[in-house]
């Protein structure tokens, strides 16, 4: 068994890599994943559940993304097998493995310790797919080629970071604007499209807006300077300018829950 660690906002993701690993290993590993509504089923003691797949897991796969990478459970749940792993060593035993899936920007090299000490791999490149799955059939015990496709199953993985980054990016967009009242506009005009404006926003932020605009954004808002101005307030004079933000209303729908939640 092996023992797939994430957060609730991950879960599409870490049903995806089950379904390929165990397609992959048929009949050889089962893939522990709290929220999937198999390896925990109803009525179950959920931490009894996960302290059982701890203790039992052969290999552990960790999902970090620049927001799991702080929470609480994935600390709790790599240094179980850390633990295992060095007792297992110790006693003559085999290793552990314990492998960081690192994703939607995430990349090994930006880790924090302890994550950082193992060799971590990143999701959305296919030889960085392929050798994670070597090395789970090495701990499995498996031998021979594989058979999964690793270019169809990155470009899967690519998919889901889009739309899971994409969420992030218009709540940073949005911070300090009217959410309810957008949304609302939104659900009364679907399919169209909605001109925000931000009135005066600091030359900072505006460096910020354009950088979504180009990157994590791009196609999907239009940002216009309306004017630039100095604004006088208890901190002094700032340099800035009125702003526009052309956005698709279907896509602030897309993403309704996530924006009324943050506002």
Same mark, same amino acid.
């Given at each position: 068994?092996?023992?797939?660690?994430?957060?609730?906002?991950?879960?599409?993701?870490?049903?995806?890599?089950?379904s390929?690993?165990?397609?992959?290993f048929?009949?050889?590993?089962?893939?522990?994943?709290?929220?999937?509504?198999?390896?925990?089923?109803?009525?179950?003691?959920?931490?009894?559940?996960?302290?059982?797949?701890?203790?039992?897991?052969?290999?552990?796969?960790?999902?970090?993304?620049?927001?799991?990478?702080?929470?609480?459970?994935?600390?709790?749940?790599?240094?179980?097998?850390?633990?295992?792993?060095?007792?297992?060593?110790?006693?003559?035993?085999?290793?552990?493995?314990?492998?960081?899936?690192?994703?939607?920007?995430?990349?090994?090299?930006?880790?924090?310790?302890?994550?950082?000490?193992?060799?971590?791999?990143?999701?959305?490149?296919?030889?960085?797919?392929?050798?994670?799955?070597?090395?789970?059939?090495?701990?499995?015990?498996?031998?021979?080629?594989?058979?999964?496709?690793?270019?169809?199953?990155?470009?899967?993985?690519?998919?889901?970071? /889009?739309?899971?980054?994409?969420?992030?990016?218009?709540?940073?967009?949005?911070?300090? *604007?009217?959410?309810?009242?957008? *949304?609302?506009?939104?659900?009364? /005009?679907?399919?169209?499209?909605?001109?925000?404006?931000?009135?005066?926003?600091? /030359?900072?932020?505006?460096?910020?807006?354009?950088?979504?605009?180009?990157?994590?954004?791009?196609?999907? *808002?239009?940002?216009?300077?309306k004017?630039?101005?100095?604004?006088?307030g208890?901190?002094?004079?700032?340099?800035?300018?009125?702003?526009?933000?052309?956005?698709?209303?279907?896509?602030?729908?897309?993403f309704?829950?996530?924006?009324?939640?943050?506002?």
């Open positions: 068994m092996l023992f797939l660690s994430h957060i609730h906002e991950e879960r599409e993701l870490a049903v995806l890599i089950k390929e690993l165990e397609s992959e048929s009949g050889f590993v089962d893939v522990f994943v709290s929220s999937d509504g198999v390896s925990i089923p109803a009525g179950a003691n959920f931490l009894k559940r996960i302290e059982d797949g701890l203790v039992a897991c052969v290999g552990a796969l960790y999902l970090i993304s620049p927001k799991s990478v702080a929470r609480t459970w994935i600390s709790f749940e790599l240094g179980a097998v850390w633990v295992r792993n060095a007792m297992s060593l110790r006693s003559g035993g085999v290793e552990i493995p314990a492998l960081p899936v690192c994703h939607s920007g995430m990349k090994p090299g930006a880790l924090p310790a302890p994550l950082s000490n193992l060799n971590g791999i990143v999701a959305n490149q296919s030889s960085q797919l392929e050798f994670a799955f070597r090395s789970i059939q090495s701990a499995v015990g498996g031998k021979g080629g594989l058979k999964t496709d690793f270019d169809q199953l990155s470009a899967r993985i690519i998919a889901f970071e /889009n739309a899971y980054t994409l969420g992030a990016s218009l709540v940073r967009l949005l911070k300090g *604007i009217n959410v309810p009242g957008l *949304i609302a506009h939104c659900e009364a /005009n679907p399919n169209t499209t909605v001109n925000i404006q931000f009135g005066f926003v600091p /030359n900072e932020q505006i460096d910020v807006i354009r950088g979504l605009e180009r990157n994590e954004l791009q196609g999907r *808002i239009k940002v216009e300077v004017s630039s101005v100095v604004a006088f208890a901190d002094g004079a700032q340099n800035g300018g009125d702003i526009e933000v052309m956005i698709g209303t279907a896509l602030l729908l897309q309704r829950n996530e924006l009324l939640s943050a506002a």
